[in-house]
Every structure is written in structure tokens, then in C-alpha cells.
């Protein structure tokens, strides 16, 4: 297992396959970002009963096949926990990070914050 931050070869989001390897991690986490913003059921929140700034953390895997496994969220909320699962669990398959020209399985987290609208 090799920390995203110190990987040789970063795992490749689809579309983000041009750049240097700082570029395609950036490209990374923004398209990781913009897709959690997009399928994230914020509504959830409210229907929940909760108000104001939610964070919820997200730690998972992307492993040597680069799928995503090993889903873990801490949430205030179980409702919250369990729908930022289910939004990890439907990011697309990656090209795997490589370290010394072999892939590994790379750990990722990703927080999830956003303003419950009262």
C-alpha cells in the first residue's frame, strides 16, 4: 500500500490520463469532488432533521485493478454515513497507481462538507 500523496505513478481517473503526475492528482481529486457534488443526495440532510455544516469523511481503496474497495465514512448522522457509501461505491473502475512499475492498492480520503439549506 502506497499513500497517495507519495505514489510514483498516481491511479488514473478516467480522463484524467494527460499531464504530469501532479496534474493527473489534481485532475483526480476534482473530478472525485465534482462527481460526489453531483451524485451526493444533500436533501438527505434535512430529511434527516439536521441543520447547519455537515462534514462527513471518506476513506477508501483504489486497489492493484483499480476498483474502489474498503469504504469507510464517519458521519454525524448514520443516514450520511451510509449515502457517502453508496456514492464512493459508484465512482468508475481506475487505471491502478504503480509503484516501481508494479500497481498497488492506493488509500484515498476524500471529506464531503456541505451547508444544510434550512
Known amino acids: 500500500e502506497v499513500p497517495f500523496a507519495v505514489i510514483e505513478n498516481v ?3 478516467p480522463g ?4 504530469s503526475n501532479n496534474q ?17 443526495n444533500t436533501e438527505l440532510a434535512s ?3 439536521l441543520s447547519g455544516r455537515q462534514r462527513i469523511l471518506v476513506v477508501f481503496k483504489i486497489d492493484k485493478k483499480g476498483s474502489v474497495t474498503g469504504i469507510q ?6 443516514g450520511l454515513e451510509s449515502e457517502a457509501k453508496r456514492v464512493i461505491g459508484l465512482l468508475p473502475k481506475m487505471k491502478p497507481g504503480k ?3 508494479k500497481p ?3 488509500p484515498y480520503s476524500l471529506p464531503i462538507i456541505f451547508q444544510v439549506q434550512d
Open 11 to 13: 491511479p488514473v481517473f
Open 16 to 19: 484524467c490520463e494527460k499531464g
Open 24 to 40: 493527473k492528482r489534481a485532475c483526480m481529486s476534482k473530478k472525485i469532488s465534482q462527481f460526489v457534488n453531483r451524485k451526493f
Open 47 to 49: 430529511d434527516l432533521g
Open 73 to 78: 465514512a464517519r458521519a454525524p448522522h448514520p
Open 99 to 101: 509503484q516501481r512499475g
Open 104 to 106: 498497488v492498492t492506493v
